[in-house]
């Protein structure tokens, strides 16, 4: 099987990409467009895992004069880099993919909503829109087919929050960066209470390529419920970090780790975090699993971002726990009491830990106790995970004392 | 709507959250966030509960029971989570010796002590965080201590959506997350109006007045001082709530008994200086009709209200009434005709208020009316008193208000409910108009705790129409309609708290629709007990005009009962 993200699109003009996901889309109608992602298998690559099809199938079903299109391009996990990589050397295709989710969504209106930090992110996306504009490709009437979309981009002011859809819609609309109570879900009552389909940069970038062919390759890749290929972004302790494509169920993460990324850089293996700082780590016991969903939800973890932070033995685990839960305690949006007051216990107690060098097991009995109240009751994605990798840490090397 | 809670069936007709649907079910969740008066908010997820087939806990507050769900509300997993979150929230509640529930304004109404019981919190296992905010005390009225705060959101919600007023906000993400003023400027330098509404919506002691307890008794053991004290109409329906009585218990003797132990010289009655200000606004309202003058005219006894209007609705100042509010109109009597009567010199009389308001405490000390009145006691804080001198309230022999400022109209008392002041006012403008005597004194139709209520009433063969808003939010509905035209007024009432005074931030704690009502009933009962009912007829109000003022509107009125306002926006 070829590799959809890597080989195409980079340095492109603008005459010479043809939009031909597009055009196909334009040219089968709404509902085709959505059976087609549909029957591809294709899920959210935010880290949710939704199933792509059916989100943007609810929102065309409703009736609504004014729906919305957002790409969520709020990057923000620490060790991801994957929607970058996209944003920077796949523009077009992202772009061909919100247009794409607009038609199919029945939505005349898209943001796409960037990461502050990201400034190269934004130059490049920013004069592409301009571009789009000038050959038709956005605007009314795209490419003579009667379908009419704007297109805009919204900085994000820098919350890693935002990521979460009804922070970031609370964002775009100009309130302060917090989760909305769900239901309504966006679907149906989203950016300024209209119909809103909210996808990640994967997402439509995939979507954009699905869409390319007559056929539908994509469902033919990866495994029955993990289809198609995943952009895993490496960091941490190997010899090749970078952005990696990673076709569903064809390589173990230790593989992914030797074959693609070179191999770890230091003695020896002592975990991996797999998909973001929202996921429980795999110890080196642990790594010989296949890279899918399912086989990950299995070990008790997940591919979430497909943001991989690989960790040498010689590390403290007790610093990344802490560094983790400092982040954590700074990001929470504090509007929920669970996360806002749970992940600010949690990152004073792994700090003394930490100081200390061990935990004592009233505190891993007071960490797990907070970790069970946050992920049962927050209000959002944030804060349910917030915990996971932190508990699953102590979990793993509770016994193991660390030299300070 | 079938719906099974704890494994029990119940049906319900309509569309309801799971948190009222298990309340019909006489079940108890717990709540911080939630509150009756606000839209439901979801944040402190106390209230959560377990719904069989979802993987999360869910808020009962905002989520909707559906057909056939199936809701547990104290299963393990709940009671195990709402454990903790408590143990969180006291943990970041900033209770270390200084701050210590000893001494919290809220020692006998706090509502996250009750809330941990009801959870079953044993013990606090993290260690305690604080935020390290310093207090606020640039307001007159309200001080906040945000090392209390646990950021519920109830001040800032009450603010916006009740009282429309949007001083509070929340500032900062994550744990820094806080409850402040803009720029934080603090509560003494933004549109406050001081209604206190705000402390009665906190669950924590996080918010309270500025005591002048200190003060009185410094008053009070002052031998060179005499110190007199007048008690507000929506006190005495109140005070009996802080010695364990029911909700409306009226205990004006025993209030006045108590007032003489604490040492005061002489116990007078806001309510006199009420049927003082009806006269005065009754012909003021009269001399605007037959004048052409600028209608609709605006009550002036709330001085939240005054402020809210000064701040947002300048265009609107000429409707105000010119007079003082019965709490000013009491001190300016007290320190000329009264002290002159007695030959005391006006620099040794102490006029002490209790009022069932904090913006009193602001109103004192307006430039235009500064030095009618001294200290300003709330209800809770003249509470506090009694109880710090050791009287047992409700238990006192009943004793009546000293004469001449003691004596009042059942017309006064219903100053403390919404609409009273109208009503009052219309019982004085009808028999002043007409010169017959009214059939019917009671004025249904300004009664009862909705937010605006209207009525047209026939004086003299002309239709007179008037309006009463309680709560600034309905004020500006009020106002906006007035200013586009769609209504027209005569007269309008106007109150800052919901329900008018008998809601106001100074009252006890839980001032709830249940207390309200309460409250207000017995206000009613006060005015129909009462053999005169209306402020002309008051034999001391009769005896001032005769002895100082002359007549209603005469120079010496406007010179110690009417006041001026300012545009402030």
Redesign the interface.
């Known amino acids: 099987m070829e590799k959809i993200f890597l080989k195409t699109d980079l340095g492109k003009s603008i005459e010479e990409y043809e939009f031909s996901g597009l055009k196909n889309a334009l040219r089968m109608g709404p509902q085709n467009v959505i059976n087609k992602i549909k029957e591809s298998g294709l899920r959210g690559r935010g880290g949710a895992g939704f199933p792509t099809g059916i989100k943007w199938e609810t929102v065309y079903s409703i009736k609504n004069d004014t729906k919305f299109v957002i790409c969520n391009a709020d990057e923000g996990e620490p060790g991801t880099f994957k929607d970058r990589f996209l944003l920077e050397n796949l523009p077009f295709k992202v772009l061909e993919g919100i247009i794409i989710s607009g038609y199919a969504t029945g939505s005349n209106y898209g943001y796409i909503y960037i990461r502050g930090e990201y400034v190269e992110s934004i130059k490049i996306i920013k004069r592409l829109i301009e571009k789009l504009y000038e050959k038709n490709v956005l605007g009314k009437n795209i490419l003579d087919s009667g379908f009419s979309f704007d297109l805009k981009l919204v900085r994000g002011a820098g ?1 890693y ?1 935002c990521g979460d859809e009804t922070s970031l819609i609370n964002s775009i609309e100009g309130d ?2 917090k989760s909305r ?1 769900k239901p309504p879900l966006p679907v149906f009552e989203g950016l300024y209470g209209q119909p809103t389909v909210v996808n990640n940069v994967e997402t439509l970038a995939a979507a954009a390529e699905i869409m390319k062919y007559d056929n539908n390759p994509y469902k033919e890749m990866g495994t029955e419920r993990s289809r198609g290929t995943k952009l895993v972004s490496i960091s941490g302790d190997v010899k090749k970090p970078g952005v990696y494509e990673v076709e569903f169920g064809s390589l173990t993460i230790k593989e992914i780790i030797n074959d693609l990324a070179g191999g770890v850089q230091g003695e020896k293996l002592g975990f991996v975090i797999p998909g973001g700082i929202s996921t429980e780590v795999l110890t080196e016991e642990e790594v010989n699993v296949s890279y899918t969903y399912e086989n990950l939800q299995e070990m008790g973890s997940n591919i979430g971002s497909g943001g991989m932070i690989v960790v040498s033995a010689e590390r403290n685990y007790l610093e990344i726990a802490k560094n983790v839960s400092d982040f954590f ?10 996360c ?6 949690i ?3 792994v700090s003394d830990i930490y100081k200390r060098g061990y935990p004592t097991s ?1 505190e891993i ?2 960490i797990s ?2 970790k ?2 946050v ?5 959002c994605g944030f804060g ?1 995970s917030s915990l996971n990798l932190i508990l699953s840490l102590f979990d793993k090397f509770y016994n193991k004392k660390v030299k300070v | 709507m079938k719906v099974k809670i704890n494994n029990r069936e119940y049906e319900f007709d309509k569309e309801m959250s799971i948190l009222d649907a298990v309340k019909s079910a006489h079940i108890k969740i717990p709540t ?2 939630y509150s009756e008066k606000l839209e439901p908010f ?5 209230c ?1 509960v377990e719904i069989k087939g979802e993987r ?2 869910k ?1 009962s507050c ?1 989520t909707k029971i559906t057909d056939g769900m199936e809701i547990y509300t104290h299963s393990d ?1 709940v009671r ?3 454990k ?2 408590m143990e ?2 006291i ?2 509640h900033g209770i270390d010796c200084n701050l210590n529930c000893l001494t919290c304004s809220k020692s006998g109404s706090c509502e996250i002590k009750e809330v941990a019981e009801e959870i079953g919190v044993t013990e606090v ?3 305690p ?1 604080s935020n390290g905010l310093s207090k606020d005390e640039s307001s007159y009225s309200i001080v906040r201590e945000p090392q209390k705060c ?2 519920c959101n109830r001040c800032v919600r009450k603010c916006s959506e009740v009282q429309s007023v949007n001083i509070l906000t ?1 500032a ?6 806080y409850v402040t003023t803009f720029m934080d400027k603090g509560m003494g330098n933004v549109d406050c109006t001081n209604c206190g509404q705000c402390i009665l919506e906190c669950p924590t002691g996080a918010l309270h007045e500025v005591y002048h307890m200190e003060r009185v008794w410094d008053a009070i053991s002052d031998e060179d001082k005499f110190v007199i004290v007048q008690t507000a109409p929506a006190v005495r329906v109140a005070i009996a709530e802080e010695f364990g009585g029911e909700p409306g218990k009226i205990a004006t003797k025993q209030m006045v008994a108590g007032l003489r132990l604490l040492g005061f010289d002489k116990v007078f009655d806001t309510n006199f200086s009420a049927d003082l200000t009806i006269m005065e606004e009754a012909n003021e309202f009269l001399e605007r009709f037959k004048d052409n003058g600028k209608l609709p005219l605006f009550t002036s006894c709330s001085p939240g209200w005054i402020k809210f209007l000064e701040h947002n609705y300048p265009e609107f100042i000429d409707n105000l009434s010119t007079c003082k509010s019965p709490q000013q109109m009491f001190g300016a009597v007290a320190k000329t005709y009264y002290a002159n009567k007695l030959g005391i010199p006006r620099e040794k009389m102490v006029v002490v208020s209790v009022m069932p308001c904090t913006a009193k405490k602001y109103e004192r000390v307006r430039p235009e009316m500064k030095g009618d009145v001294d200290y300003v006691l709330t209800t809770r804080e003249l509470a506090k008193m009694f109880k710090l001198a050791g009287i047992d309230l409700l238990n006192l022999q009943e004793e009546e208000y000293d004469e001449p400022l003691g004596i009042s109209s059942g017309a006064a008392a219903i100053f403390g409910a919404t609409g009273g002041v109208m009503e009052a006012a219309l019982r004085t403008a009808y028999e002043v108009i007409t010169g017959k005597e009214l059939e019917n004194l009671n004025f249904e139709s300004v009664r009862g705790i909705e937010g605006i209520k209207e009525a047209t009433v026939a004086i003299d063969g002309i239709n007179v129409k008037v309006a009463v808003a309680n709560g600034l939010g309905n004020a500006r509905r009020v106002l906006e309609m007035i200013k586009k035209g769609e209504k027209e007024y005569h007269f309008v009432e106007f109150m800052a708290c919901p329900g008018g005074c008998i809601g106001g931030g100074g009252q006890p704690i839980p001032t709830n629709n249940e207390t309200l009502n309460k409250r207000m009933q017995a206000i009613y009962e006060v005015d129909s007990s009462l053999p005169i009912r209306k402020s002309h007829e008051n034999p001391a109000i009769k005896v001032l005009y005769e002895e100082f003022l002359g007549e209603p509107l005469s120079e010496k009125s406007h010179e110690l009962l009417h006041t001026s306002y300012v545009a402030r926006s």
């Open positions: 919350a929050v302060r960066g109570i305690r700074d990001e929470t949006c504090g509007t929920c009491f669970p806002r007051e749970g992940n600010k216990n990152s004073k107690i009233k009995e007071i106790d907070i069970y109240a992920s049962s009751a927050a209000r349910e | 911080l966030c979801g944040s402190c997820r106390l959560s999360t806990l808020p905002v997993r195990k989570t709402r903790t979150i969180l929230i943990a970041s296992r993290v260690p965080i646990i950021v929340i900062n993400r994550g744990p820094d997350t």
